[in-house]
C-alpha cells in the first residue's frame, strides 16, 4: 500500500528564514515523489519531482530511500511562498495514479 | 490553451439524488484522473480513464462510476448521493508514456443537503 505522510498541518516562519516541509512515505517498490503547491484561489499545481533533480522557485527536494522521506526545503522564505504544499507519491507501475498527503499550510510572515 | 477545465464549478445536491461531473483535458493529453478532496484533506483518487476505459480505480464505492469520451473528455458521475460526498471533485490529465507532470483543474465543489 502506498502512504504519504506530512506530519505538519500548519507551519509558520518570518521572511528571510530557512523552512522545512517534511514528507514521509511507505511504499516497497521504487517510487516517484513529488510537491504540488496551491496558492490562495489558484489551482493545484506541479512544484517539482524528484526525477528532476531541480530547483524551483528556490526550494529543493532530494529523495532519501533509507529514511523514505522527501522534505521540501527553502533557505529564505518569502512572503509569495504562503500556499497550502501537498507530497504525493506515485508508483512504478500506477500509470500515474498518485497519492498525496495531507498538506502543510506555510505562512510566511513579514 | 486553457488547460484542464471542469464544470460546472459550484453544485448542490439533494441526498440521494445523482450528480455528474465534466472535465476537459488540456491539449494534448490523453489520460484523465479524478480525484476527491475532502475539506482539511488531501486529493484522494477516485479513478482513471485511458482510451475511454477505466484504467485503474481507488478505493470508492460503485455509486461513483465514470466515462471517457473519444476527444478524451471525461465525466463523474455519482448515485445515490450521501452528506459524505460534500468535497472538492479535482480533475486531472496526463500523457500516457514517460514522465509526464499531471494538470490539475480548479475543481467542482460539490454539497449534499
Known amino acids: 500500500a502506498q502512504r504519504v505522510t506530512q506530519p505538519e498541518k500548519l507551519l509558520s516562519v518570518f521572511k528571510g528564514a530557512p523552512v522545512e516541509l517534511k514528507c514521509n512515505y511507505s511504499?516497497?517498490?521504487?517510487?516517484?515523489l513529488f510537491w504540488y503547491v496551491q496558492y490562495s484561489r489558484q489551482r493545484l499545481q506541479l512544484l517539482l519531482r524528484?526525477?528532476s533533480r531541480e530547483s524551483i522557485k528556490g526550494f529543493t527536494a532530494d529523495l532519501n530511500k533509507g529514511e523514505t522521506s522527501f522534505h521540501l526545503k527553502k533557505p529564505f522564505a518569502q512572503e509569495e511562498d504562503s500556499a497550502m504544499y501537498y507530497c504525493?507519491?506515485?508508483?512504478?507501475?500506477?500509470?500515474?495514479?498518485?497519492?498525496f498527503g495531507q498538506g502543510t499550510i506555510l505562512t510566511v510572515h513579514p | 490553451d486553457a488547460g484542464v477545465t471542469q464544470s460546472p464549478t459550484h453544485l448542490i445536491k439533494t441526498r440521494g439524488q445523482q450528480v455528474t461531473l465534466r472535465c476537459s483535458p488540456k491539449?494534448?493529453?490523453?489520460?484523465v484522473s479524478w480525484y476527491q478532496q475532502a475539506l482539511g484533506q488531501g486529493p484522494q483518487f477516485i479513478f482513471q480513464y485511458y482510451e475511454e476505459e477505466e484504467r485503474q480505480r481507488g478505493n470508492f464505492p460503485d455509486r461513483f462510476s465514470g466515462h471517457q469520451f473519444p476527444n478524451y473528455s471525461s465525466e463523474l458521475n455519482v448515485n445515490a448521493l450521501l452528506l459524505g460526498d460534500s468535497a472538492l471533485y479535482l480533475c486531472?490529465?496526463?500523457?500516457?508514456?514517460?514522465?509526464?507532470?499531471?494538470?490539475f483543474g480548479q475543481g467542482t465543489r460539490l454539497t449534499v443537503v
Open positions: 524528484h526525477i
Open positions: 491539449s494534448g493529453h490523453d489520460t
Open positions: 504525493a507519491l506515485a508508483g512504478g507501475t500506477s500509470y500515474g495514479k498518485l497519492t
Open positions: 511504499y516497497s517498490g521504487s517510487p516517484e
Open positions: 486531472a490529465s496526463s500523457q500516457t508514456g514517460g514522465n509526464t507532470e499531471a494538470f
